[in-house]
């Protein structure tokens, strides 16, 4: 390979090398696999540079290479099951507890007032600091902190109730309903029912 293909090759590395590595990071769920992954494409790609004609197809090239390499590994990896002529008595973990729960949690949500809500989601599940949930929803730290302190709370007695309703009706689940139960304040507002 020529000097100046070299020089082409470290130039293209060193603008695309950013997007390149975000591309084998979707491709690996690991950082340093995915650097290992970008350096083994560079190098099978920099053996074929010269033969690549046109240069603005190189990102294209080199994420196929990088799609081919990872299927080489998938391919080659050492698979740890042993064949057994017993089955093994553990259960097997399919997700199912972990889906059910989030739903039972969003269809809880629901019985929060549209602020505090807000604050949950933010603080929780957008992991947000207590000074940026702030920010994001034009409240002070203090109201954030005391508004997840009531939500919390509230929330905790919702689920609490619904066990107990569970409970008394033979221990079977529970049906939770859709929406939750709406009434009006004086003001004509929607609030939840507890």
């Known amino acids: 390979m020529a000097q100046g293909e070299v020089l082409e090759f470290e130039e293209y590395v060193r603008t695309r ?19 290992d992954l970008l350096q083994t494409a560079l190098v099978r790609t920099l053996g074929r540079w010269d033969g690549i004609a046109d240069k603005s197809l190189a990102d294209a090239y080199l994420r196929r290479v990088m799609i081919n390499t990872r299927t080489e590994w998938w391919r080659a990896r050492k698979l740890d099951e042993v064949p057994t ?14 889906r059910a729960d989030r739903a ?25 600091s207590t000074e940026e949930t702030a ?34 009706a033979g221990g079977t689940t ?17 609030r939840c029912a507890a």
């Open 17 to 35: 090398q950013d997007a390149l590595l975000r591309s084998a990071r979707r491709l690996v769920p690991d950082p340093v696999d995915a650097q």
């Open 174 to 190: 529970a049906r939770i309903p859709a929406q939750p139960d709406r009434r009006h304040d004086e003001r004509g507002r929607e």
């Open 104 to 128: 039972l949690l969003i269809d809880v949500l629901g019985v929060l007032a549209p602020k505090q809500r807000s604050v949950v989601v933010l603080r929780h599940w957008e992991q947000m």
């Open 135 to 168: 920010a994001a929803l034009g409240m002070s730290a203090g109201t954030v902190k005391s508004t997840l302190h009531r939500a919390l709370a509230r929330l905790r007695q919702e689920l609490e109730d619904r066990a107990a309703r569970s409970r008394e």
């Open 85 to 98: 002529e017993q089955l093994p008595d553990a259960s097997v973990d399919d997700g199912s507890e972990q």
